[in-house]
């Protein structure tokens, strides 16, 4: 077994993106392209990988770092290449850091959906002493270096711009992926020259060398075209953003979740389902969430970073973000429509929350109730709890956040403010239109507000009689 050292090729500028941002920092699925390309080479165990920067250099490595050690994971090393001379170019500058005893498995930091389990053919294929090419038929190969061959055998690639017109007219083309015996591919970047018509240092250019030397090339092609589209514009972008929320969607699809129509679905982290549940249309998952048995999410729902147990249904229209604190929706709970839960919302089963309700970093106990228009903030909510419309907790005082305690079967009437910190006591029933900035007492129905007054002999203005 050989050590697999990956490489990834990611200086160039994405010139066609007319972006400010480096290309492969552009996002995928809520992961930037090369954070794509770096997961799919950690599901290959490789013993090392190696990213070579260059355009936005300092931008690209500190993300990448960043988030490998956010996953627990090594981080790369990095090579940088400046200025960018072609992908020849752009290889040996890895030489220095590259062992010499495995399989260099040379990736493309902006072709985001190849799969582990093609790459793994490719390294198979190469096996230590082959040089294995990933290539794929094109019905129109413009642009893309064409695989030559005598008889079966490989013995160049020559990129489009030095293609004869014969050689243009083959489809097979280089897909930009290869496995190659590290050994030996330093010693053919050695041999490379730009005398080409783009004036590069070609990485292809080492198959005629490999052919020379007597070593086997070999083509392995790609399952399918996707897998090694590449992003270099907006349009290509939103392409193969739509065939990983495909795939995403077919994947869940296949252990039974059902969606109303996977092509208005978005996942942008993970998604985790129990059995027998439902998605309707334009919901957009971000994060971690996860949704127990029988869970059924409306229409037109954002939910990031969130648990939502068996049972729950959340409405059209419902915003939930649990941010790194995160949400729990408890069992059998109706969330929406039109319901915002933010980071710190826990609810228990059963509770009810209904339109225009904002709960932030709250806790409500089994079957309380929330139903219209209302705020709880820093709250702690008892069970059975009423919480009237157009009520709110007034949590901030300008300088500091205090709680509200709610204790079991209040019921708290519409349009009331109860001033933090501040307790009331269980059972108790708080007036509509209370303003409520002291603990209040168990069982008994507190009033604060002025009391009502019909004046005797008062008389509406009239308006001056008409000359
Ligand atoms: C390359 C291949 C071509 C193949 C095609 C597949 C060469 C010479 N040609 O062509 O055979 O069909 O990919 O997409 O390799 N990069 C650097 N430094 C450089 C130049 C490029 O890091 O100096 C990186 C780019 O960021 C990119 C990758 O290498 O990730 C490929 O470069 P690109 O310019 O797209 O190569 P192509 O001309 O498309
Ligand atoms: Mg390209």
Redesign the pocket.
């Known amino acids: 077994m050989n050590a697999v050292d990956v490489v990834v090729?990611?200086?160039?500028?994405?010139t066609r993106m007319k972006s400010r941002t480096p290309?492969?920092l552009h996002r995928l699925g809520g992961r930037p392209l090369i954070q794509h390309v770096i997961d799919t080479a950690q599901a290959l165990k490789a013993r090392r990988t190696i990213v070579?920067t260059?355009h936005g250099a300092a931008d690209v490595e500190s993300w990448v770092a960043h988030a490998a050690s956010a996953a627990g994971q090594r981080v790369p090393d990095f090579v940088r290449?400046e200025p960018?001379?072609?992908?020849?170019?752009?290889v040996q500058q890895v030489v220095p850091v590259l062992p010499d005893d495995g399989i260099a498995l040379i990736l493309?930091?902006?072709?985001p959906l190849v799969r582990p389990e093609t790459l793994q053919v490719l390294v198979d294929r190469c096996g230590g002493s082959r040089l294995a090419l990933l290539t794929v038929e094109m019905a129109d190969p413009t642009?893309?270096?064409r695989i030559v061959r005598s008889g079966d055998a490989v013995k160049a690639?020559v990129?489009h711009k030095d293609a004869s017109p014969a050689q243009r007219a083959l489809r097979e083309?280089?897909?930009?992926f290869m496995a190659v015996p590290s050994a030996q591919l330093k010693k053919w970047l050695a041999r490379l020259t730009n005398d080409n018509a783009q004036g590069?240092y070609?990485?292809?250019?080492i198959v005629k060398l490999a052919a020379a030397d007597g070593v086997e090339v070999v083509a392995a092609p790609a399952s399918e075209q996707v897998e090694?589209d590449?992003v270099?514009s907006p349009v290509q972008l939103a392409d193969l953003e739509r065939a990983f929320q495909r795939r995403q969607a077919n994947a869940l699809m296949e252990q039974g979740v059902r969606l109303a129509d996977p092509a208005r679905f978005d996942l942008r982290g993970t998604l985790a389902c129990g059995q027998d549940v439902e998605i309707d249309v334009n919901c957009v998952f971000a994060g971690q969430v996860s949704l127990g048995d029988n869970v059924r999410i409306g229409p037109n729902c954002v939910i990031a970073n969130a648990r939502i147990a068996a049972g729950a249904v959340i409405h059209a229209f419902t915003h939930i973000d649990g941010e790194t604190s995160g949400v729990e929706v408890g069992e059998g709970a109706l969330v929406g429509p039109f319901a915002r839960l933010r980071p710190g919302a826990q609810l228990g089963a059963e509770v009810h929350i209904g339109n225009f309700v904002e709960v932030k970093n709250s806790t409500m106990a089994r079957g309380a109730k929330a139903n219209h228009l209302a705020y709880l903030g820093d709250a702690t909510v008892g069970e059975r709890v009423n919480y009237g419309a157009g009520s709110i907790t007034a949590n901030y005082d300008g300088a500091n956040k205090n709680r509200t305690v709610i204790e079991a079967d209040v019921h708290v009437g519409s349009n009331c403010v109860l001033v933090a910190p501040v307790t009331v006591k269980q059972g108790g029933t708080i007036g509509a239109g209370s303003v409520i900035n002291r603990n209040t007492e168990a069982g008994k129905l507190t009033v604060a507000r002025a009391r009502q007054v019909s004046l005797e002999g008062w008389e509406r203005p009239k308006k001056p009689a008409k000359k």
């Open positions: 090729m990611a200086a160039g500028k994405g290309k492969v070579i260059g290449q960018q001379l072609g992908t020849g170019h752009a493309n930091g902006d072709v642009g893309y270096g690639i990129e083309v280089y897909t930009g590069e070609y990485l292809t250019d090694v590449g270099n």
